[in-house]
């Protein structure tokens, strides 16, 4: 067991590292459900983080622990293995998760495209939180993980913008409708047609925030704290941006330039 502490350990660094806001979030849970939570998110990130070459090797290392054969004796394979068999978590989302990573970072042209993709990363991670946040009425509260997770997506996806990653992959058609240019997005104009998008797109984020917060008393006890501060934080990292002038567009843009 001190090796699976371990592993547990490094997998919550991982998540302090890349996504504070969620651990804080989960500092709020048991440890047996924090631990396993950390280990679902050090999942999602390394997933996300991997490249064309090393996504095989990963989804096939995956694929152990699915069918319970797993040997791995890296820190993420030991935490979720032990994880996946305590929760009796579900396979589909991991693997939609992985599926979507393999898609080409493609512009997209409508809303539509952003929420997809933001079901298939924020939304499957939700479903594979659910299992750790509660036991029961699982089925009543499926929608709302998805929902939280996706908001967290979409916000993620916000607060990205002008990054490299980010960079074209606002909406086309959301552009269209408010007149905001390529050029526009090229020089990382902030303008009242930048703003109209960029609330355009939060504003679906918090509609999603809301309708996970809507079933929280439908989570156990143990659960609700972290899940109501989770929404709570990224809603916070929306007014941030709206209090700083959405700058966080243009800083990046900067960024991206000195890079060059």
């Known amino acids: 067991m001190k090796e699976i502490k371990?592993?547990?350990?490094?997998?919550?660094?991982?998540?302090?590292?890349y996504a504070p806001a969620c651990f804080k979030a989960l500092s709020y849970l048991p440890l047996k459900q924090r631990q396993a939570a950390w280990a679902v998110l050090s999942f999602c990130h390394t997933a996300a983080?991997?490249?064309?070459?090393?996504?095989?090797s990963f989804e096939a290392e995956a694929d152990h622990v699915y069918k319970r054969t797993n040997n791995g004796n890296h820190h993420i394979w030991k935490a979720f293995d032990h994880a996946?068999?305590?929760?009796?978590?579900?396979?589909?989302?991991?693997?939609?998760?992985?599926?979507?990573?393999?898609?080409?970072?493609?512009?997209y042209d409508g809303l539509d495209e952003l929420l997809m993709y933001a079901y298939r990363t924020g939304g499957a991670a939700g479903l594979?939180?659910?299992?750790?946040?509660?036991?029961?009425?699982?089925d009543q509260l499926k929608q709302a993980a998805v929902s939280l997770g996706l908001a967290i997506q979409?916000?993620?996806?916000?607060?990205?913008?002008?990054?490299?990653?980010?960079?074209?992959r606002i909406p086309r058609q959301v552009m269209q409708q408010f007149g905001y240019t390529e050029a526009d997005l090229q020089k990382g104009?902030?303008?009242?047609?930048?703003?109209?998008?960029?609330?355009?797109?939060?504003?679906?984020?918090?509609?999603?925030l809301e309708e996970c917060l809507d079933a929280l008393p439908l989570f156990p006890k143990y659960s609700?704290?972290?899940?109501?501060?989770?929404?709570?934080?990224?809603?916070?990292?929306l007014e941030k941006i709206r209090?700083?002038?959405y700058n966080v567009f243009e800083q990046a843009q900067r960024s991206r330039a000195n890079s060059v």
């Not at 979409?154 to 074209?168: E, T, W, Y």
């Not at 104009?189 to 999603?208: D, G, L, R, S």
């Open 128 to 138: 594979m939180l659910l299992p750790i946040l509660t036991r029961r009425k699982q």
């Open 49 to 56: 983080s991997a490249d064309e070459k090393a996504l095989p």
């Open 189 to 208: 104009t902030v303008n009242k047609a930048f703003t109209m998008t960029w609330e355009y797109i939060a504003f679906e984020a918090e509609a999603y």
């Open 243 to 245: 209090t700083e002038q």
């Open 6 to 17: 371990e592993a547990y350990q490094q997998c919550g660094q991982i998540v302090g590292e």
């Open 224 to 237: 609700q704290k972290a899940v109501e501060t989770a929404a709570h934080l990224y809603r916070a990292v």
């Open 154 to 168: 979409l916000i993620r996806f916000l607060s990205d913008l002008g990054s490299d990653q980010q960079k074209n």
């Open 84 to 107: 996946y068999q305590t929760f009796a978590l579900d396979s589909e989302p991991f693997r939609e998760f992985i599926a979507a990573q393999k898609e080409d970072a493609k512009p």
